[in-house]
Nanobody, 120 residues
Framework: QVQLVESGGGLVQAGGSLRLSCVASGTIFSINRMGWYRQAPGKQRELVAT???????DYADSVKGRFTISRDDAKNTVYLQMNSLKPEDTAVHYC??????????????WGQGTQVTVSS
């Protein structure tokens, strides 16, 4: 079994910063892509940022220049540093990890979500 545990969400004023963390644990053979998604009330879940096993990153246009995704493979952890936060960043943020539990399998896992609220 695999578990993803997120932390770091909270309430912050506009212009402030937060750092989200997501730790993967369980039977893990290797981790491929890691990423963050978010879902605001009444809206669909959307991509925020992803990072491949080789370190290539991709960002939603709305967060480019403000957010930075990184990973620590020794700790099976992905981070999202969020700076210059805006009220429109308010959403539940979800960690997503694509990994193998053995050399033959590849599955996608989601965290439970962490709330980020930005006040104006």
């Amino acid at each position: 079994q695999v578990q993803l545990v997120e932390s770091g969400g909270g309430l912050v004023q506009a212009g402030g910063s937060l750092r989200l963390s997501c730790v993967a644990s369980g039977t893990i053979f290797s981790i491929n892509r890691m990423g963050w998604y978010r879902q605001a009330p009444g809206k669909q879940r959307e991509l925020v940022a992803t990072i491949t096993s080789g370190g290539s990153t991709d960002y939603a246009d709305s967060v480019k220049g403000r957010f930075t995704i990184s990973r620590d493979d020794a700790k099976n952890t992905v981070y999202l540093q969020m700076n210059s936060l805006k009220p429109e960043d308010t959403a539940v943020h979800y960690c997503n990890v694509e990994l193998r539990t053995d050399r033959f399998s590849r599955n996608n896992y989601w965290g439970q979500g962490t709330q980020v609220t930005v006040s104006s």
